[in-house]
Structures are given as C-alpha cells and as structure tokens.
C-alpha cells in the first residue's frame, strides 16, 4: 500500500494527466515542483477520475484541500490555486475554511427572496391544489418585483410598497400574499439568512399604503413606460417635453425642476445643483445632481428657449412686473395629454424610478440620496462625496433603460 503512494519524481505535463490511470502505479501522482502538489487517481465506472489535491498541516492538525477534477481545470489553474493556497497557509490561515467563508459570501450576495421562496416552498406539506395557488400566487405579485431583490437589502419599506400596490387591486389578495412573504421570511430568519423578519409590522401600514396609492399612481411596468417616455417625446410643446424628459431621468420633485435657475445648471460639469432652501428637506442640504448625456441634452434644447431668462421654465411674459416660472400645473396638464392622470403625474415618476432601480439591485440608500427624501437620514449614513460617483452612475444607467424602453415599446 505504501508503495502506491511513492512520489512520482517528475514535473507534471497536460500531456500526462489523461495517460494517468488507476491501477499502473501510484495512486498519488506528484507534480515534481516539491511543493506538495498532487493528482489522485481513482477508481470510477467509466475509468479512471483525478483530482488535484494538497495535503497539510496547520494548527497540529493535517488537512487536506482538493482544487478540483481534470479536465474540469487544467494542470496551470491548479498550480495557481495551489500556490495560493501555500500562501494562505503560510500566513496561519486555512485555505479550506477561506474558501467555506467565500463561498457563502457569493451565496449570500446571489440568494435573492426568489431563491429563499424556492427553498421554502419544497419543504412545505401542503395539499398539491394549495400549493399551486401558492406558487401563482408568488409568481404574480412577488417574483418580478421584490422577488428579485437580494434578500438581506430587502426592508420593510420595500414589502410595504409591493404589498400597497396589490392593495389597491383587491384588500384581499394584499394579505394574502404579505402572508405569504411574512412565512418565507419566517423561514429565512430561523436559517439565520437574515437577523430579523421585516414583514412581521406591515400589517398595520396597509390601509395607509392604499390611501397613498390612490394619491399618487404610477406606472411601474416597463413596456408601459416605454410607451409613455414616447408619447412625452411627441408632444408639440418643446418646453413641456424636455421638462419631463428630465423629470423623468432625475426623478427630481415637481418644484425641483418648476422653480431652477440658470444659474444651477453647470454644463461644463454636467451638474445640476438644487440649493438647500428649495428642497422638501432643507436639512440635507444642497442637491448635486450628475446629469446623464440625455439630460444635458435636454437643458440644452431648453437653453435655447428660455437661456436668456433667469429661470428654466418660463414663458417670459412679465407677472406683476416679473418673469415668472411656469405655474404649478403646466408640466401636470403637458402630461395628462400623454397618459391618464389615474395612471400617472409628474410625481409619479419617482416612485417609477424608485421600484425599477430597486428591482435591478440599486441599494436603497443610493436612490433615496438621489431623491433627497425628507422622511430618511440618507446623509448621515451616507457621505455624499463618496457617494456622488454611484449616483452618476445610477443616472447614467436609468436615462440608458428609459432609453431601451423606449425602443421596445416601439417595437
């Protein structure tokens, strides 16, 4: 037996390892480096299976770490892998147990509400007709919402929001599925995937939810806002469209974009900066906004218009002696010509921009930066500096999908 296990004196080749076979020599092959590298052979069905393998000792105990079967990675990628291996050991840490830990940071950084629901769902013993109606359940109202969502950046606020819009459909359904998501939460806390559940307070919250869904509508589905994004395209009023193409893209409150100023558009810069004293919150001081190339575009095209008065949108006719701004429903009424204000207002366009970020990954705490919301600390959490190159890249990405929705719905 020891025999069998006799180093091979010889440098490995990707020549050798398929003529490698169990049975003609050792069982241990060692590529001939004297690092400890070795390919172990054995017996399978088909033939022979090799591995590529390492053992070690570390904290007065021997282990033992497999790279991985040939040809699945080939002789150079397991010398790599080895060698960092021997570079972790030498530094008193287990490879093995480094490798656990990565891979269960990839697992958790992939597990999505999705993933966890799927879990769940095969240990249920529920009766095969409640268990379809539970799985279309979750297919309809979960699974291309919040569904897709990582699971640990999942708050209440997100559940709230999902389980309002379903609200205003059917009170019934709404619980039901909060329910539903509640029990896969459940679930997830008792494998301690996440610290607490933060569906357990919703229920309280829903008939508010609905009132602030009645009150403010938007369209979320992205085939329908690509419709819409073509229709504000065709409208005859050049100021009212580039208004709302920018509303659109920045998501910034209705007076944010009615009432600015020359004065805050820095084109050489890209930058849009709403002062303080304009904002729902003065507190969390000025709002720099990084402007996507199609917005740019679009204060460009209003340049032209109103660039030689004080404020962004205006008609220019003197108000009591003054240029004013565009009154308060001008951007509401260019709108309703495009969709239904049952549908969707000015305003809506943040909560649009809120949902569809959030499903395609976009931290919270990121977007709420963006949209300088008055109910959330975002600042304090998250310096605005450091900050300022995600949301530019946020920007960039949003004004990018408004774009392909567009051409979509085009067809």
Known sequence: MFSRDLPMPKILRDTHLPKLKYGNGPSKVYDGYGDGLFVHLTKTKSGTSRHFKYDYVIGGKRKQISYGKYPDIGLSHARELHRMARALIAEGKDPVHVRRRERQATEEKQRTLNTVFDEFFVTREWRPSHAKKEQLRWNKHVSTSIGKIPLDSIDKADIRNRIGEIQSESVDTANRVLSLIDQVFSFAESFDYIDRNPANSIKGALSQKKHEQKNHPAIKDPEKLGQLMNRVDQLENKMARAALRIIAITFVRHSGIRLSEWSEIDFNHRLWTIPAERMKAPKNG????????????????????????????????????????????????????????????????????????????YEKALIKTQMHHAKEKVEAAYNKDDQFQQRKEMLEWWASYLDLCREKARG
């Open 286 to 361: 000025d709002l720099r906004i990084p402007l996507p190339p199609q917005a740019v575009t679009a204060f460009e095209s209003l340049r032209a218009i109103t660039g030689g008065h004080k404020y962004v949108l205006t008609t220019g006719i003197p108000k009591g002696g003054k240029v004013a701004p565009i009154s308060d429903g001008t951007l509401n009424k260019s709108l309703a010509l495009c969709v239904p204000r049952e549908e969707h207002v000015v305003h809506s366009f943040r909560q649009t921009a809120y949902t569809l970020l959030r499903e395609k990954g």
